[in-house]
T-cell receptor
Framework: DTEVTQTPKHLVMGMTNKKSLKCEQH?????MYWYKQKAKKPPELMFV???????INESVPSRFSPECPNSSLLNLHLHALQPEDSALYLC??????????????FGEGSWLTVV | SQQGEEDPQALSIQEGENATMNCSYK?????LQWYRQNSGRGLVHLIL?????REKHSGRLRVTLDTSKKSSSLLITASRAADTASYFC??????????FGAGTRLFVKA
């Protein structure tokens, strides 16, 4: 069982909707990540928060807005998405030494469909 | 662009057989990790090998790393139907960026 919890598991939204994906971890990790994964492709890094501050934004369109309210929570706010944004969105966490050389703990993901 | 490229893209074997997956990467690394993903689920860490290691074992898993060839292999021995999943190599040179390879989809027939 994963120690990173993501909600909702499935989300269908229209292109004019505003929705949010939520992620929670209680491992005391100070780095949290959002990845996007399309079918039969590897995960692609979107954002990294370190100590609740945004440290990496991989040139993600502004219709995706991350938020880290505290060290345990990570949100991804979605607005005016396009059908091509449909994908599995994975939240992950690591200790504060980063993802390179450390185990990345992934949540089960949120399946997003944009109609 | 992805750092790691894996082959084969897909592999179908019988239960009890061994499965070997290969990963190649382009730049210098500090370590290489392997992850497993069951269909539509999150990724699970399997094993990490550091750049100064050549081989590492964990249960039925054996990982090798050849830094001169910039390649790694993952061997799963005596495979089981439950090993059916996608397997990704992941490389990093430090910090918060880890690059995942394209992945190998393994199907183990019972």
């Amino acid at each position: 069982d994963t120690e990173v919890t993501q909600t909702p598991k499935h989300l269908v939204m229209g292109m004019t909707n505003k929705k949010s994906l939520k992620c929670e971890q209680h491992m005391g990790h100070r780095a949290m990540y959002w990845y996007k994964q399309k079918a039969k492709k590897p995960p692609e890094l979107m954002f990294v928060y370190s100590y609740e501050k945004l440290s990496i934004n991989e040139s993600v369109p502004s219709r995706f807005s991350p938020e880290c309210p505290n060290s345990s929570l990570l949100n991804l706010h979605l607005h005016a998405l396009q059908p091509e944004d449909s994908a599995l969105y994975l939240c992950a966490s690591t200790n504060d030494r980063g993802s390179s050389g450390n185990t990345i703990y992934f949540g089960e993901g949120s399946w997003l469909t944009v109609v | 662009s992805q750092q790691g490229e894996e082959d084969p893209q897909a592999l179908s074997i019988q239960e009890g057989e061994n499965a070997t997956m290969n990963c190649s990467y382009k730049t210098s690394i500090n370590n290489l990790q392997w992850y497993r993903q069951n269909s539509g689920r999150g990724l699970v860490h399997l094993i990490l090998i550091r750049s100064n290691e050549r081989e590492k074992h964990s249960g039925r898993l054996r990982v090798t790393l050849d830094t001169s060839k910039k390649s790694s292999s993952l061997l799963i021995t005596a495979s089981r139907a439950a090993d059916t999943a996608s397997y990704f190599c992941a490389t990093g040179a430090g910090g918060f960026k880890t690059i995942f390879g394209a992945g190998t989809r393994l199907f183990v027939k019972a």
